[in-house]
């Protein structure tokens, strides 16, 4: 059974950090592109970035320097490092793994950027 469990979210002030994990059980976690996509409220769900086994990253434009995504492969765990937070970061934040048609989700986990 494949699991994708996402931790670390929660209440953070504007301009402050949270680091997201998603650990991985399931699947052979190198094989899969690993990534980050997030939905706010009234939204569709959005690319936030994106790793390789190589450690090629993609993220959104509009994230570029203030989200660093990374992963560990013997831990089976990516990771989002998220910094200078804004209030429109608030969302719920997914993880999500792709391989060969294969795609998986986990459930989220939410980040709210507020004072």
């Known amino acids: 059974q494949v699991q994708l469990v996402e931790s670390g979210g929660g209440l953070v002030q504007p301009g402050g950090s949270l680091r997201l994990s998603c650990a991985a059980s399931?699947?052979?976690?190198?094989?899969?592109?690993m990534g980050w996509y997030r939905q706010a409220p009234g939204k569709q769900r959005e690319l936030v970035a994106t790793?390789?086994?190589?450690?090629?990253?993609n993220y959104a434009d509009s994230l570029k320097g203030r989200f660093t995504i990374s992963r560990d492969n013997a831990k089976n765990t990516v990771y989002l490092q998220m910094n200078s937070l804004k209030p429109e970061d608030t969302a719920v934040y997914y993880c999500?793994?792709?391989?060969?048609?294969?795609?998986?989700w986990g459930q989220g986990t939410q980040v709210t950027v507020s004072s």
């Open positions: 399931g699947i052979i976690f190198r094989f899969y592109v």
């Open positions: 999500r793994a792709t391989f060969a048609g294969y795609d998986y």
């Open positions: 790793i390789i086994n190589g450690g090629t990253t």
